[in-house]
């Protein structure tokens, strides 16, 4: 399963790049306002941070303009991923984009059957948002599993990039459902690492150790 970095904060990115285990990053308007960036700039400095997919998003709402937007953004760097909303003229772009070879990301899936046209519609990624149905009262893991049951029924290529998690249980649960990729926001990155007993067997050790008076180096 790779783990990307739901960010647009290229300080922030680099320390989570440090530890070698992001394999990609993806950002949206909301992200990139938050940043009181140029997008360009910050989409092709996150392109030198991180190899794998970097997901930058269209703000067009019309399939002609999004063509014209993701071209432009997909020359920035070679692994730069058109993120566009799941609509109709979404998937319009998505079909154009995916035939030229560019990777896509329709995002703002919330529906198996929005699910199914992404794949039809040639995407590379599709991502469910599962914190904000939860927000709704609905179940957002549910989603991931369906989508996995349709994806695997009919051999689509999409991957299934599980979004808006807030939780390192989400992420252990998209992990479970079969998600490809999971992305998430630093401090959810940072968690995945706790475990209290963790902490309490290695305060435990280190005494014992210090007991042994003992110095491996
Ligand atoms: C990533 O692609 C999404 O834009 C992001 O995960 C949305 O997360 P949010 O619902 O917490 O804003």
Redesign the pocket.
């Known amino acids: 399963m790779l783990l990307f970095a739901?960010t647009a904060d290229t300080k922030l990115l680099t320390e989570l790049a440090e530890t070698g285990l992001i394999d990609g990053c993806?950002t949206?308007p909301?992200l990139i306002a938050k940043s009181g960036r140029n997008m360009a700039e910050v989409i092709k400095e996150i392109c030198d941070i991180i190899e794998g997919p970097v997901?930058a998003e269209v703000a067009a709402i019309d399939a002609p303009t999004m063509i014209k937007e993701g071209e432009k953004l997909a020359k920035i760097a070679t692994n730069v991923v058109i993120k566009v909303p799941l609509t109709l003229e979404g998937l319009k772009a998505t079909r154009e984009l995916s035939s030229q070879g560019l990777m896509t990301n329709v995002?703002l899936c919330f529906s198996v059957n929005q699910a199914l046209l992404a794949a039809k519609a040639g995407a590379t990624f599709v991502?469910p948002?599962v914190?904000?149905l939860d927000d709704q009262g609905a179940d957002g893991m549910q989603l991931i599993h369906d989508i996995r049951t349709l994806y695997d029924n009919y051999d689509f290529d999409t991957d299934i990039l599980a979004?808006?998690?807030?939780t390192p249980a989400h992420v252990q649960q998209a992990a479970l459902a079969g998600a490809d990729c999971a992305?998430l926001p630093a401090q959810t990155f940072k968690d995945m690492f706790r475990h209290p007993l963790t902490d309490k067997g290695l305060e435990t050790f280190l005494a014992d150790w210090a007991k042994t008076g003992q110095s491996i180096l």
């Open positions: 739901d993806t949206n909301t997901s995002t991502s948002f914190g904000r979004a808006s998690l807030r992305t």
